[in-house]
């Protein structure tokens, strides 16, 4: 079992910076990939960064060059560097950890609202 706690959302001015975390407890050996999600009112959940466990990462065109996905040793912590915030980056956002045959963690969510 693989529990995830999100922690650094809050309110922001537009063109602020922001930086989540989210540190797992439990195994991650068999770890594939940690990802950050968001999720908006009235919108659908959307991928905002992932990391393998290569290290290898990737995003959403709405955030590069914005965001930044980083993690620490064995992905115990991953975290979400985000810069230049803009009102639509207000969200709830999500970590998970995804492993093999399609199992994965989520955590509670951070919310993060950028606003004047």
């Known amino acids: 079992q693989v529990q995830l706690v999100e922690s650094g959302g809050g309110l922001v001015q537009p063109g602020g910076s922001l930086r989540l975390s989210c540190t797992a407890s439990?195994?991650?050996?068999?770890?594939?990939?940690m990802a950050w999600y968001r999720q908006a009112p009235g919108k659908e959940r959307e991928l905002v960064a992932r990391?393998?466990?290569?290290?290898?990462?990737n995003y959403a065109d709405s955030v590069k060059g914005r965001f930044a996905i980083s993690a620490g040793n064995a992905k115990k912590t991953v975290y979400l560097q985000m810069s230049s915030l803009k009102p639509e980056d207000t969200a709830v956002y999500y970590c998970q950890a995804y492993f093999p045959y399609n199992r994965y963690y989520r955590g509670q969510g951070t919310q993060v609202t950028v606003s004047a």
């Open positions: 990391i393998g466990r290569d290290d290898n990462t």
């Open positions: 439990g195994s991650m050996i068999s770890l594939v990939y």
